[in-house]
């Protein structure tokens, strides 16, 4: 009778034993698949480029040099991807520069989805022709009292105050950027040729710079 109890324990046993490897090597295979998955959705994210303007080149005028203006409509999204008000600009020459400030994040705040720091943030600061000195170019977007650029704006109060406000500071100051998240503070001015008829779409990737090129179909996303 005892050997018959002690045979049935040490089966009970043998199968929790075997059970509990079950459960965890099951539970580690979630786990790795999660992490998988978490890893793919990061990559991802970080390849994403988001539309930020389209430049609709309606007419040009004279031969190619000083004596040509190209007129164009400059139309900006915001961050959910909705068009703003559109604007007409003439420059001189057929050759555009768009001047921006831009702001580019840590990966790991890329990656995860942050809520402000989940993609580079730009501010376009003005357009000017080849043969136009930038000062004597045109302003784009202003910023808010606060500094924020509005269709960038998420709500996320004197942090994101913050980042515009000290932006200047990031561009020297590295400890004071990393500390924020900032891996990159600096101006960028993505210029092309502009031909009649055509239409240029300008992007900002997830973790990079401003793109200026012939409008086409890109992987965008809302954040």
């Given at each position: 009778m005892r050997k018959l109890l002690l045979a049935t324990f040490v089966l009970s046993v043998l199968a929790a034993v075997l059970g509990w490897s079950l459960f965890l090597r099951e539970r580690r295979a979630g786990d790795l698949e999660r992490d998988n998955r978490r890893m793919r959705d990061m990559i991802?994210?970080?390849?994403?480029?988001f539309r930020i303007a389209d430049v609709v080149v309606t007419a040009q005028e004279g031969a190619r040099g000083r004596d040509r203006r190209t007129t164009f409509r400059f139309l900006t999204y915001d961050r959910l991807g909705?068009?703003?008000?559109?604007?007409?600009?003439t420059i001189s020459g057929d050759v555009a520069y768009f001047d921006a400030l831009v702001l580019k994040f840590e990966d790991r705040y890329v990656g995860d989805a942050d809520a402000l720091r989940g993609r580079s943030l730009h501010l376009f600061r003005r357009v000017f022709g080849e043969y136009q000195a930038p000062d004597d170019g045109f302003p784009l977007d202003a910023a808010s009292v606060?500094?924020?650029p509005e269709a960038l704006r998420v709500g996320a109060g004197n942090f994101e105050e913050e980042l515009w406000r000290?932006?200047?500071?990031y561009t020297n100051d590295g400890d004071l950027a990393r500390s924020k998240g900032v891996r990159v503070a600096q101006g960028e001015a993505v210029y092309t040729r502009l031909e009649a008829?055509?239409?240029?779409?300008l992007t900002i990737e997830a973790d990079g710079?401003?793109?200026i090129r012939p409008a086409e179909p890109v992987t965008t996303a809302r954040n």
């Open positions: 991802a994210r970080l390849g994403t480029e909705n068009a703003q008000q559109p604007r007409s600009y606060d500094g924020v000290d932006f200047w500071k008829g055509r239409t240029y779409r710079g401003i793109n």
